[in-house]
């Protein structure tokens, strides 16, 4: 690493050293080349209040360690139904119901990219055994009422997001939202990352772990709120129990469960941020690129509760970038002007002020 982003790599450290950390990854692409590249810690799960390395010293993190970065997924399922249209083989104002026969929402493939469809939690009450049961959970979708007009407001849709996307991929290409990623963006652009991982993949998975053991309860927002609906159907997605087995990091649920280093996500957006080409390769004309970062809703979100910039699968901020946060404290995203792509991704569910500090020592360092 240069020594122009010591502080960056000097705040990383440190993170660690307050025990404010127990295993992440850095990786940050400057005027389209790698400039940092940066991994610590532990993959081991670490009890609240413990610090690196007391345990999990036989477990380093390694730049291969994947982790499940929760939303920081949603813009990568987005990016699987965009390439198709780029090819020509879906319509983005084209109602979800053109390839999806029986979907019933009066809503567009533009409006469900864009969290607007108002489908932002599965109607149906499910036990955790659900989690994994795609066509289930799809039929649930399919037969919902929105809950608002679609276009209408933004609401994210936490969990529902990946099935939607997904299910038009299938719908579409006739292949499972995981393969399609694998084969048609994660192949051709060498990023280690994955909606459902076979057993080889599994094991280089980091444990999550939680910084406050009320992580779970303090991020589901209200009882019988939206977004408690949306985060609890079906239970077990902020439990550490469910998403560090074996079910889980083999299913596809493309909104919360991508597993994927650092390195990869911000070589993806790297790659957005060229236009659509890395490496020579082209996925993406540069058109498709604008489109899908361009401000597609901006208003309230109804289970943010905040302002939301919605893009096609990603939040724009107002110095111009995009990407998304994942709950938990992971996060990419590209930074148009001043050159950047960003990715940290961690194995510790708590804010996302770790994130916050390591960009303001990389501002300081541009």
Not at 87 to 99: E, F, I, K, Q
Not at 249 to 256: F, H, T
């Amino acid at each position: 690493m240069h020594a122009r982003f010591a502080p960056v790599r000097d705040c990383f450290h440190d993170l660690f050293a307050a025990g404010r950390e127990t295993g992440a990854a850095l990786t940050v692409w400057h005027d389209g080349v790698p400039v940092i590249e940066l991994v610590g810690g532990t993959s081991a799960a670490v009890p609240p209040g413990v610090v690196v390395p007391a345990v999990g010293a036989d477990r380093p993190w390694r730049p291969d360690t994947l982790v499940d970065v929760y939303s920081v997924g949603k813009p990568v399922v987005a990016l699987c139904l965009l390439l198709l249209v780029d090819r020509g083989r879906v319509d983005l104002d084209a109602p979800v119901a053109a390839y999806w026969p029986g979907f019933r929402a009066p809503a567009t493939v533009r409006q469900v990219l864009a969290h607007t469809a108002g489908l932002p939690a599965f109607p149906v009450p499910r036990p955790a055994a659900a989690i994994t049961d795609w066509d289930l959970l799809c039929a649930d979708l399919a037969a919902a009422e929105p809950e608002w007009t679609p276009g209408s407001v933004a609401g994210e849709h936490a969990w529902t997001y990946g099935h939607l996307v997904g299910e038009v991929v299938r719908r579409v290409d006739g292949r499972a939202v995981g393969r399609f990623l694998a084969e048609e963006i994660a192949g051709p652009w060498r990023l280690d990352l994955a909606f459902g991982l076979g057993p080889a993949d599994r094991r280089r998975c980091a444990d999550l772990s939680y910084g406050d053991p009320g992580w779970p309860d303090l991020v589901r927002g209200e009882p019988g709120s939206l977004r408690a609906r949306a985060l609890d159907n079906p239970p077990g997605g902020r439990d550490v129990a469910v998403v560090n087995g074996d079910r889980w990091r083999a299913a596809e649920i493309p909104a919360v469960n991508l597993h994927a280093t650092a390195s990869a996500l911000a070589r993806l957006y790297a790659g957005l941020l060229a236009g659509g080409t890395l490496d020579g390769v082209r996925l993406f004309g540069p058109d498709l690129v604008a489109e899908a970062t361009r401000v597609q809703y901006a208003g309230p979100d109804l289970v943010l509760d905040r302002t939301a910039h919605w893009t096609l699968g990603m939040q724009w901020e107002p110095d111009g970038s995009w990407g998304m946060g994942g709950i938990g404290g992971s996060s990419a995203w590209a930074d148009p002007e001043r050159g950047y792509t960003f990715a940290y991704v961690t194995a510790r569910l708590a804010d996302h002020d770790r994130v916050d500090e390591l960009v303001e020592a990389l501002h300081s360092c541009l």
